[in-house]
């Protein structure tokens, strides 16, 4: 049997610390560390163009972290069920964002799509899969902080 | 007679080159379209039931948000490769 919930619930703010913020910044900190060799397999293979897209690349990966982590952790502060809403319209809204800063730069001297697509993909599922270990690891010592590895 | 065939050649290439951007142009929209849906129902899925832990287990909303946030980012990996596919062949 499942518990019945009070829906009074969803008009209350979530419990719990901003850990989207920490997850966010975890994976940028990870990700500044690694930028530098992505850009230069990026300038190996496509040259300077390559290298070039690949860090506007990397910027668009942080900058969409950033905001999806900052757009969820506010909304939480206020309500669950402004955490639902702004889940689903913060993707589309990110989406949309990503598309006009790709088409902003589409003609622009120093682009290479090629370059700037696999940086896209290879560091935002990279630094997910690299922060899920650290997640992974914290979640499964929850009740044991002191021998957890810490997050970050 | 010459000209009219050279004429008639240049048309005809011409057409050949817009119905090959006509159907790149429609690929790109599909690509995107479709790579965007999956991901929305699968964010939407995932938020959904994120929520309703979180309205049943209040105390356990900082495990469920941090489940959730990577939940979504990996989900959002997709509408990324679709993007990127959208990208490269509407504009490369």
Known sequence: ?152 | MEALSLLVAVEEAAAADDAKNANAAIGAGFAYGLAAIGPGIGIGYLVGKSVEAMARQPEAAGMVRTTMFLGIAFTEALALIGFVVFILLKFA
Request: proline fraction near 5%.
């Open chain 1, 1 to 152: 049997m499942s518990r019945p919930t009070d829906p009074a619930v969803m008009t209350r703010p979530v419990g719990g610390d901003g850990v989207e913020m920490s997850i966010s910044t975890d994976m940028i900190r990870r990700g500044a560390i690694v930028a530098p060799v992505i850009v230069a397999i990026c300038g190996v293979v496509w040259g300077g163009d390559g290298a070039w897209s690949s860090l506007y690349g990397i910027a668009i990966v942080f900058a969409n972290f950033l905001l999806a982590a900052l757009l969820i952790s506010t909304a939480a502060r206020i309500s669950l069920g402004l955490l639902m809403g702004v889940t689903m319209f913060g993707y589309l809204l990110r989406l949309g964002l990503i598309f006009l800063a790709v088409y902003a730069v589409k003609d622009a001297p120093w682009i290479s799509l090629p370059a700037l697509g696999a940086t896209i993909i290879v560091t935002h599922l990279g630094l997910l899969f690299w922060e899920m270990k650290y997640v992974a690891i914290s979640l499964a010592h929850s009740g044991r902080a002191s021998d957890a590895p810490k997050l970050s």
